[in-house]
C-alpha cells in the first residue's frame, strides 16, 4: 500500500503544518486518484513567514554576492539530484510525458545557474558612477527592495517559477512563495532543495493555500515591500495593486521575458550617495 | 594677495586709531567702512560697537514681462480653456496678484492627450533619436541664455531667494534637458542587451516647490526617449512652466510633442484619469501620490511617483563641527524648507548635542528672512497662504508636545507671507515635528549614542527618501550608508543634486528614479 504524505508548509528553514489545520487535496492528473495533501496555508502562517522573512532578509542582503552566486548554484546542483523526483512529479501530476518532464527539469537548473552567475555582475551592468559637475564622489549602488511575496498560482509553469524565485534572490531579497491551488506538489522537493542549499533558513518561504483567502493580507501587509504576481488572474492583480497603495508596495506584473536582468531590476532599489573630493 | 593684507593692515590700523580717543565723527565712519570689509580678526576688536544692517540689494525685475493672462498649450499653440476660466497667481512675498492662468478641465486635457497621441505616432515617434536630441540641445541652450528672466520670475510666482532661483533652480533645469539631449541617439546603451521602446504618451503633474525645476526633471527624459507629454504645473506656481512653453516654441519643437495644461487638482485628476495616457509621473505630497496610484490601479498605466520624505541628517561626534552646521542649515532651511528631501530630522551624537545646539542657534541667528528678489535674502517667502499656515499648525501642535522650542530672533517683512526659522529639540520620535512632513523652516532634533541607534532612528520613518551623515571616518560613513534606507546620501554634504545623479526614495517616498541613467529608464519599454 502506498503511503501518501501531506505535504508541509516551508516556513523559516522549517517544515511546519499550518497552523489552521486544514488542508486541501491535490489530483493525479487527469484522475480521481489523490496524489497527494497540501496544507492550506492560513493568514497567520502568511504572517509568520514574513516575519521570518525578515530577519533573514537583513542577513541575506549582507552576504557578499560571490557567497549568494554559490548558493544559488548550490540550488542548481540540488535540483540536479532530485531530478527523479521532479520528473516523476510532473508526469504523475501534470500528465506530463517522460521527455517533458526532463525538459522542465534542465530549463529550471539553467535558470538556477543563469542567476548564480548574475549574483555578483549586474551591479556592475545597472549601477553606476555618476559625473556630477562639482567636487563629488558620486555612485549609485543597488541594494534589495526587502521582503517580497511571489504568487504562482494557475497555469503553473516551474521554470517561470524557477526565475521569479532566483531573480528575486539575485536582488538580495528575500522571498515568500505563494503556490496557489492551480499549482501541484512540487512546493515538497523545491522546499528539500531549498533547506540543503545553504541558504539561511528564512531567506525563501514556501506555503501552498488559496489566493483568494491569502491576497488581501499580502497586499496589506506593511512589511511585505515588493509583490511579484505571475499568476493570469488579473482580477487579483487590479484588487491587490489597490489595497497596497496605502503602504506603497512594489507591485510587479507577469514579467514578459525569462532570464534577464530587468527581472532582477523589479526588485530592488537604487541608492545614490555623495561625498565630497578634496584634501 | 596683496590687496587683502593691506586691507588688514589698514583695518587693524582703522581699529587702533578707534581705540585712541583722538577720533572725530568723521574718522569713525571712515573706519567703520573698512572694518567692514577686513577678517574676523580685525572685526573682534571693535565688533560690537559696529552694528551695522545690510542694505537692500534687489534684483531688477524689469527683464519679466508678466502678461495679463496665460492660456494653455497645447498642440504648439496657446489656447484658451474650454471653460474660459482663469485662476489668479500671486507673488507670496507681497500677496499681489501677478496674472490670470487658465484652469483646465476634461475637455483641455482631452485635447492635449490626443495632440500628444498625433506627435507620437507622427513626427515625434519617427524622428530619430540623434535629431530629437538636437531639439532638447537647443532646449538647453535657450534657458541657459534667458536663465535671468527665468529666475526673476521663478522668484516672484513662487517666493524663493533669487540667489536660488538663479544659481540653483535655473541652472539645473538647463543641465537637465542637456544632460538627457546626449542620451536620445544613445538609448541601445541605456538597456544593455535588450531593444526599447518609449512608453508612449506620459502625463506629468509637478509641484511647487522647485517649478521649472521639476518640470525639465520630468520632461527631459521622457522626451529623450521619445516620449510626449502633457504637463500640468502647480496652481501656485504655473508662470514658468509657460515661459517654457514659449521656450519650446522658439526651439520649433514639433506641435503636440509638449503639451502644458494649467490647473489645480481636478485638472491633474482629469490627467490621471484620461485612458489614453500610458504613463503618470508625479511628484508632490505622498497624500495626493497615494490618491493617483489608488486611480489607476484599475489600469495598466505606468507609474513614477517622486514624493515626501522625513529625512535624517546624521552627526557623529567626529564631524567637522562647523562644516556640519552649515549642512543642517542648507539640509532644513534650503528653498524655505519646502524640499521633498529637506534634512528636517538632526540626529546628532549626544556628546556633542550640546556645543552642536549652540553653534546652530547662533548660525540661525545670522539668517536673512525677506524679500525674495534681494540677492542677500537666505529665507523667501513661503509659497502660499495656506502653507504657512499648514506649516504654522505643526508648530503650535508641536509646542504641545514638549522639548525644546527654538525659534530664530530675526526680522520679517509685515506683509506676504514669512516664518521665522526654528527647531524643536529633544521631543519624543513619535512626536509630530519628529513624524510629520512640515515642508517649512522647522527642524527636529534628537540625539543618539551608538552608530546603530542612529540608523535604527535615521530608519524609523515610513518616507526614505533622503539621508545625511556627518563624520571625519571613511569606513563609519559606508557603513552608515550601508544601513541608511533612503534613495539618496549625502556624505558631509547636503542638498546637492546633478542631472546624471539618480534621484527618489524607498518606501512611501514613491517609486522609481529621476536623473542618470536610472531615471531614464521608467520612460522606457524593453521589448
Known amino acids: 500500500m502506498k503511503v501518501v504524505k501531506t505535504i508541509k508548509l516551508y516556513i523559516g528553514g522549517a517544515f511546519v503544518r499550518t497552523e489552521s489545520g486544514r488542508s486541501y487535496s491535490f489530483n493525479v492528473a487527469g484522475k480521481d486518484t489523490q496524489f497527494a495533501r497540501l496544507c492550506q496555508a492560513s493568514k497567520k502562517d502568511f504572517r509568520n513567514a514574513v516575519e521570518s522573512s525578515k530577519g533573514a532578509f537583513k542577513s541575506w542582503s549582507s552576504k557578499s554576492a560571490y557567497n549568494r552566486s554559490q548558493i544559488l548554484y548550490r540550488m542548481a546542483e540540488m535540483t540536479e539530484g532530485k531530478r527523479h523526483e521532479f520528473e516523476s512529479l510532473f508526469m504523475d501530476s501534470l500528465g506530463k510525458t517522460e521527455g517533458e518532464a526532463k525538459e522542465m527539469v534542465d530549463k529550471a537548473i539553467d535558470t538556477f545557474v543563469y542567476y548564480a552567475g548574475f549574483c555578483d555582475k549586474f551591479h556592475q551592468i545597472a549601477g553606476s558612477i555618476n559625473p556630477v559637475s562639482g567636487p563629488f564622489h558620486n555612485f549609485t549602488h543597488i541594494e534589495g527592495v526587502g521582503v517580497t511575496t511571489l504568487i504562482e498560482d494557475d497555469k503553473f509553469d516551474f521554470n517561470s517559477l524557477i526565475d521569479s524565485i532566483c531573480s528575486i534572490l539575485t536582488g538580495g531579497n528575500s522571498v515568500i512563495v505563494l503556490l496557489g491551488e492551480g499549482c501541484p506538489a512540487v512546493l515538497g522537493p523545491l522546499a528539500e532543495v531549498m533547506a540543503t542549499s545553504d ?81 | 594677495m596683496t590687496k587683502k593684507k593691506t586691507t588688514k593692515k589698514a583695518a587693524k590700523k582703522a581699529a587702533k586709531k578707534t581705540t585712541g580717543k583722538t577720533t572725530k565723527k568723521a574718522t569713525k565712519k571712515t573706519a567703520a567702512k573698512s572694518v567692514r570689509k577686513t577678517t574676523k580678526k580685525a572685526v573682534s576688536v571693535k565688533a560690537k560697537k559696529f552694528v551695522f544692517d545690510y542694505d537692500p540689494a534687489p534684483e531688477s525685475t524689469a527683464i519679466v514681462n508678466i502678461k495679463s493672462r496665460y492660456e494653455h498649450f497645447i498642440n504648439g499653440e496657446f489656447v484658451a480653456p474650454e471653460s474660459g476660466k482663469y485662476m489668479s497667481t500671486i507673488n507670496p512675498a507681497t500677496t499681489e496678484v501677478l496674472s490670470k492662468v487658465a484652469v483646465g478641465n476634461e475637455k483641455d486635457v482631452d485635447k492635449a492627450v490626443k495632440a500628444a497621441r498625433k506627435a507620437l505616432n507622427g513626427t515625434w515617434g519617427q524622428m530619430s533619436g540623434a535629431e530629437r536630441g538636437k531639439y532638447l540641445f537647443r532646449i538647453a541652450r535657450i534657458l541657459q541664455e534667458r536663465a535671468r528672466e527665468f529666475a526673476v520670475l521663478e522668484t516672484l510666482d513662487g517666493g524663493k531667494p533669487i540667489k536660488e532661483s538663479r544659481d540653483v533652480d535655473i541652472p539645473l533645469a538647463a543641465a537637465h534637458f542637456f544632460y538627457y539631449a546626449g542620451w536620445a541617439d544613445k538609448i541601445e546603451y541605456a538597456v544593455p542587451g535588450r531593444e526599447a521602446k518609449p512608453v508612449g504618451v506620459c502625463g506629468q503633474i509637478i509641484p511647487w516647490n522647485f517649478p521649472l525645476l521639476m518640470a525639465a526633471w520630468k520632461l527631459a527624459p521622457a522626451l529623450a526617449a521619445g516620449n510626449t507629454v502633457v504637463l500640468k504645473p502647480a496652481e501656485q506656481t504655473s508662470l514658468t512652466a509657460l515661459l517654457l512653453a514659449e521656450v519650446l516654441q522658439e526651439a520649433e519643437l514639433p506641435a503636440g510633442v509638449v503639451n502644458i495644461v494649467t490647473g489645480a487638482g481636478e485638472t491633474g485628476a482629469a490627467l490621471t484619469a484620461h485612458s489614453d495616457v500610458d504613463k503618470i509621473a508625479f511628484t508632490g505630497s505622498t497624500d495626493i501620490g497615494k490618491i493617483i496610484a489608488k486611480a489607476i490601479s484599475g489600469t495598466n498605466k505606468k507609474l513614477t511617483l517622486e514624493l515626501g520624505g522625513k529625512s535624517a541628517n546624521i552627526i557623529y561626534e567626529d564631524a567637522a563641527l562647523d562644516q556640519a552646521v552649515e549642512g543642517v542649515i542648507n539640509g532644513i532651511f534650503f528653498n524655505q524648507g519646502h524640499v521633498c528631501c529637506a534634512g528636517s530630522r538632526v540626529l546628532v551624537e549626544e556628546s556633542i548635542a550640546d556645543t552642536f545646539m549652540k553653534k546652530l542657534k547662533k548660525r540661525m541667528q545670522q539668517l536673512r528672512v525677506g524679500d525674495p528678489m534681494d540677492k542677500n535674502t537666505d529665507i523667501g517667502a513661503i509659497n502660499s497662504k495656506e502653507q504657512l499656515d499648514k506649516i504654522k499648525e505643526l508648530v503650535a501642535k508641536g509646542k504641545t508636545e514638549g522639548g525644546e522650542f527654538h525659534e530664530a530672533d530675526v526680522k520679517i517683512p509685515s506683509k506676504g507671507y514669512f516664518c521665522r526659522p526654528s527647531f524643536f529639540a529633544h521631543q519624543s520620535a513619535s512626536g509630530t515635528i519628529s513624524r510629520v512632513e512640515v515642508f517649512g523652516p522647522v527642524l527636529s532634533i534628537q540625539t543618539f549614542r551608538t552608530p546603530d541607534e542612529a540608523i535604527t532612528k535615521a530608519n524609523d520613518t515610513n518616507y526614505g527618501l533622503a539621508a545625511g551623515i556627518w563624520s571625519e571616518k571613511g569606513s563609519k560613513i559606508h557603513k552608515t550608508a550601508l544601513g541608511l534606507k533612503a534613495g539618496v546620501i549625502w556624505a558631509n554634504t547636503y542638498n546637492k543634486f546633478d542631472p546624471t545623479s539618480p534621484f527618489g526614495g524607498f518606501f512611501e517616498s514613491g517609486y522609481g528614479r529621476e536623473g542618470g541613467l536610472q531615471g531614464l529608464l521608467p520612460y522606457l519599454e524593453v521589448k
Open chain 1, 199 to 279: 541558504v539561511p533558513g528564512g531567506v525563501i518561504n514556501i506555503l501552498s493555500g488559496h489566493l483568494d483567502e491569502l491576497s488581501e493580507v499580502i497586499a496589506e501587509h506593511r512589511e511585505v515591500r515588493s509583490v511579484s504576481f505571475q499568476s493570469t488572474r488579473d482580477d487579483v492583480f487590479q484588487a491587490m495593486k489597490l489595497k497596497s497603495t496605502d503602504n506603497m508596495k512594489r507591485m510587479v506584473p507577469r514579467h514578459k521575458n525569462e532570464k534577464c536582468l530587468e527581472n532582477i531590476l523589479s526588485f530592488v532599489e537604487y541608492k545614490t550617495v555623495w561625498h565630497p573630493v578634496g584634501y
